[in-house]
């Protein structure tokens, strides 16, 4: 029998593969392994390279069909505002919901349902909203931040130590935010390669291949914590 400890797990591992996100974290993950062992990995036979660039690149376009839909959040996230959004907040979820409205399109593009002559400036026009998104996104999270350090700093001039409940809880809280500005700009990254068309220090594989697999593993990290 397996052990009750084991059973949780498994409890939470499907919890955690029944949401959206997270099959579409693991692809991610997978994508940006295999990327990163093509750019910074010893060679590898001709084969074995095709086949590892094959499946990045099948991996990439499975991973678009998780977002079909998936601009109605960032509507809901703005109409969420009782009055017009603040600007940070219309750049982020704005910016998002262009991006993945477009990105339905790309989809369709790449698997051949609309004419190819679209994809480029469909993924130029689907690049600027992601970055506009992260500018917005960054923003909004740096405040939340300055905000998080101001209330313990307060909870420590009020007498709470290192160690107490409250405190501990909040600079929980404070890294996981933190971690998720380094998301943000990581993908921002990928996506400023994307609208420069790779020039520069963005053109090279290793950084946008380790960008990509960072952001992958701490939103893997925040997702599994949220299930």
């Not at 036979?45 to 086949?51: E, G, K, N």
């Not at 991006?99 to 190819?116: H, R, S």
């Not at 380094?182 to 993908?187: G, K, T």
């Not at 609208?195 to 950084?207: A, P, Q, R």
Request: with cysteine; charged share 20%.
């Amino acid at each position: 029998m397996p052990s009750s400890e084991s059973r949780d797990f498994l409890a939470h591992l499907e919890v955690y593969l029944a949401r959206r996100d997270g099959v579409d974290k693991l692809l991610k993950i997978s994508r940006y392994a295999a990327r990163l062992a093509l750019a910074a990995g010893p060679p590898l036979p001709p084969a074995a390279s095709s086949r590892l660039k094959s499946f990045e690149s099948s991996v990439g376009l499975s991973r678009k069909a998780f977002r079909l839909g998936k601009f109605v959040q960032s509507l809901n996230a703005l109409r969420a505002h009782p009055h017009l959004p603040p600007p940070p907040a219309l750049l982020a979820y704005g910016g998002e919901g262009v991006y993945y409205f477009i990105e339905q399109f790309v989809w369709l593009a790449k698997a051949g349902l609309l004419p190819a002559h679209l994809l480029p400036r469909l993924q130029r026009l689907s690049a600027w909203a992601e970055l506009l998104g992260y500018v917005g996104s960054i923003t909004i999270k740096l405040e939340e931040v300055a905000k998080m350090k101001s209330s313990i700093r307060k909870q420590l001039a009020e007498g709470c130590g290192e160690e107490s409940e409250a405190v501990r809880t909040m600079r929980g809280k404070l890294l996981l935010k933190r971690m998720s500005v380094v998301q943000d700009v990581a993908d921002a990254v990928m996506a400023l390669g994307d609208v420069t068309d790779g020039k520069g220090l963005l053109g090279s594989s290793t950084l946008m291949a380790s960008a990509g697999l960072l952001s992958a593993l701490i939103s893997t990290h925040k997702n599994w914590n949220s299930c």
